[in-house]
Nanobody
């Protein structure tokens, strides 16, 4: 089992920035994929960004391209999500997730094997 613990959420005004962190309790297999999802009240959970641990390729939802950046620091086994130019519609609970089998179909929550408990991001307009 892998435990994922998110941090870094908070309240920010539109146009501001936040950086989310996700610490993993142990290293995942080299073929794994790590991702950020979010879920706003009354909406389905959606994939925001992912990174392949085999080649560090990154993928983004269209709604966050150019504003968010996903990265992973191997030494500390920590996943990050840098969020800039935040909008009110980015308000959601943000979850860290990992899939043992890679990033194919990453935006579907169903392929993820491990989940964190989430960190809340609130953007006021």
């Amino acid at each position: 089992q892998v435990q994922l613990v998110e941090s870094g959420g908070g309240s920010v005004q539109a146009g501001g920035s936040l950086r989310l962190s996700c610490e993993a309790s142990r290293y995942l297999v080299a073929s794994a994929c790590m991702a950020w999802f979010r879920q706003a009240p009354g909406k389905e959970r959606e994939g925001v960004a992912s990174i392949s641990l085999s080649n560090y390729l990154t993928y983004y939802a269209d709604s966050v391209k150019g504003r968010f950046a996903i990265s992973r620091e191997y030494a500390t086994n920590t996943l990050y999500l840098q969020m800039d130019s935040l909008k009110a519609e980015d308000t959601a609970m943000y979850y860290c997730a990992a899939a043992k089998g890679g990033c194919v179909g990453w935006s579907s929550a169903s392929i993820m094997d491990y989940w964190g408990k989430g960190t809340l991001v609130t953007v006021s307009s």
